[in-house]
Nanobody, 114 residues
Framework: QVQLLESGGGLVQPGGSLRLSCAASGFFFSSYYMDWVRQAPGKGLEWVSRINSDGSKTNYADSVRGRFTVSRDNAKNTLYLQMNSLKSEDTAVYYC???????RGQGTQVTVSS
């Protein structure tokens, strides 16, 4: 069955960096576009970024463009999100999601605080 396992979250100071990973299994990873979404405390899901199946095209929410970079390694069935210049408003649970069906993992908590 489809499994998505996010990791790499944690507590970081404002201005710091984190790299999230999403290990995928149970489906042909290299055939699907992948998204990162996040959910801040008390708020709904917010789309963060998208990468196409071969990694040649990416897109970002205005709130993270220029600070976050999405990438993938299809040989390792893994999706990444490099997050730089983190702000308190980036605090959220981050999820990777699979293609159009939006299947997501359990998420990883990112907390940006001094």
């Amino acid at each position: 069955q489809v499994q998505l396992l996010e990791s790499g979250g944690g507590l970081v100071q404002p201005g710091g960096s984190l790299r999230l990973s999403c290990a995928a299994s149970g489906f042909f990873f290299s055939s699907y576009y992948m998204d990162w979404v996040r959910q801040a405390p008390g708020k709904g899901l917010e789309w963060v970024s998208r990468i196409n199946s071969d990694g040649s095209k990416t897109n970002y929410a205005d709130s993270v463009r220029g600070r976050f970079t999405v990438s993938r390694d299809n040989a390792k069935n893994t999706l990444y999100l490099q997050m730089n210049s983190l702000k308190s408003e980036d605090t959220a649970v981050y999820y990777c999601t699979k293609g159009a069906d939006g299947t997501r993992g359990q998420g990883t908590q990112v907390t940006v605080s001094s």
